[in-house]
């Protein structure tokens, strides 16, 4: 029988054994991730465990037919984490999974799988794990090249967890028989606090376009140069910072000036360089493009009127991630079934299941509502009765799915 009270248990346990006064401590390819590895497999004890070569976790149901469910989350954490991020997912799987099994075989094979690494916490690169099994993991190379901290390169990290970075892709295979990806997430964000809901669904992960936008200007002296005569490459700055409230509004997504770095940087210049980097997310790739092409005609604006050029680098981008759109319904249906409203959301952060999505397997996210929104510290939080709402809503959708898939 579904015991949604053992997942929170079970939670609290695992943050006992892999946390400290500081949060959790389950930073990939460390000791503790592996210590928290063997935990969840000894609390699916009797249920078929396999690694793959990326090192992801798999358990697996087998059903009538080899078409399969697949239920993911993540045990690794950021350091000094949250107990749920991640987790939650993992654990409130498995009570499905155990449910599962002791109805007896499904009519489809049911897997849960724990991705490895999808923090990058170490190495900076995130969705280690899913991206090798979804097959978008393509430069080898430039994982090759990646250090942590300490200096020790991510070939020999996984090394020591047996993961050869040329074999790693061969997790492709896991995803052969896949039919649908389930993934339950607390939701990292205050929306669903704000709108005193427990639950909701998710569309779809944000698209991503990040930028290092430089404007140039003229150092000179700040007692001496009139305001009239300024090449102020900060005052072009300010101004964009200020123009992404509207883009934002404007375009139905959020942009964020997270740095700006000013030389020469003393207190008795005029701003030469202002280096800004920019993050701009939208769930839509042509709104996503139109906030990409508003920034730009406004720097250029900017720059002209405070007479100081501007350039644009790309850093990273990535599109936008849409959610199986039957799948989303069947997800409202579970969350209504369970606590009467739900209610649809994108995904500011990435998560395993957009690899999945991205890898063409029909795929849909469920949110949990996170108390003050925050996460990725020892302050993450999530009200007891709204975990086991949300491991009640998993294992509802999971029934759906499982009928879905054998229909
Ligand atoms: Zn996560």
């Known amino acids: 029988m ?94 499905v999974l155990r449910r599962i099994a002791e109805d007896g075989r499904p009519p489809v094979t049911v897997r849960l799988v724990s991705w490895a690494d999808e923090e990058g916490a170490r190495f900076g690169r995130s969705l280690f794990g899913s991206s090798a099994a979804g097959g978008s993991m393509a430069d080898q190379h430039e994982l090759r090249e990646r250090k942590d901290a300490d200096g020790t390169s991510l070939p020999e990290a996984i090394g020591a967890h047996g993961v050869d970075l040329d074999r790693a892709t061969g997790a492709r295979r896991q995803l052969e028989n896949a039919a649908a990806y389930l993934e339950l997430h607390i939701e990292q964000g205050p929306v669903l606090e704000s709108m005193d809901l427990p639950l909701g669904v998710v569309l779809g992960t944000f698209g991503v376009e990040r930028h290092l936008v430089t404007f140039r200007g003229q150092a000179s002296h700040a007692g001496s140069t009139p305001m009239d005569q300024r090449r102020d490459a900060l005052a072009a700055a300010g101004l964009l910072a200020l123009e992404l409230y509207d883009i934002a509004e404007r375009g139905g997504g959020v942009c964020t000036m997270g740095s700006v770095v000013t030389k020469p940087g003393i207190v008795t210049s005029v701003v030469e360089t202002a280096e800004c980097l920019l993050d701009q997310r939208n769930l839509e790739a042509d709104r996503l493009a139109s906030m990409l092409e508003s920034a730009k005609t406004a720097a250029a604006r900017f720059a002209e009127e405070r007479n100081v050029e501007v350039d644009w680098e790309r850093i990273w981008n990535i599109e936008p991630i849409l959610f199986d759109e039957e799948l989303i319904e069947l997800a409202d249906e579970s969350i209504r079934e369970v606590t009467g409203t739900s209610h649809r959301l994108p995904s500011g952060p990435l998560h395993d299941a957009a690899e999945v999505s991205r890898a063409g397997i029909p795929t849909v996210m469920l949110f949990v509502q996170s108390l003050r929104g925050l996460s990725h510290t020892k302050l993450e939080d999530t009200k007891e009765e709204h975990l086991e709402l949300s491991v009640q809503a998993l294992d509802r959708l999971a029934d759906r799915t499982i009928a879905w898939v054998s229909a």
């Open 2 to 95: 579904l015991d949604p009270k053992r997942t929170v248990a079970e939670l609290r346990e695992l943050q006992e054994l892999t946390g400290d006064e500081d949060g959790a401590q389950r930073v990939a390819w460390t000791d503790t991730w592996v210590e928290a590895q063997e935990w969840m497999a000894g609390k699916l004890d009797g249920i078929e465990m396999e690694f793959d070569e990326a090192r992801n976790q798999w358990w697996t149901v087998p059903g009538e037919s080899e078409r399969t469910l697949v239920i993911g989350g993540h045990l690794d954490s950021v350091p000094n984490g949250g107990w749920l991020d991640g987790s939650l997912n993992v654990v409130a799987g498995s009570e």
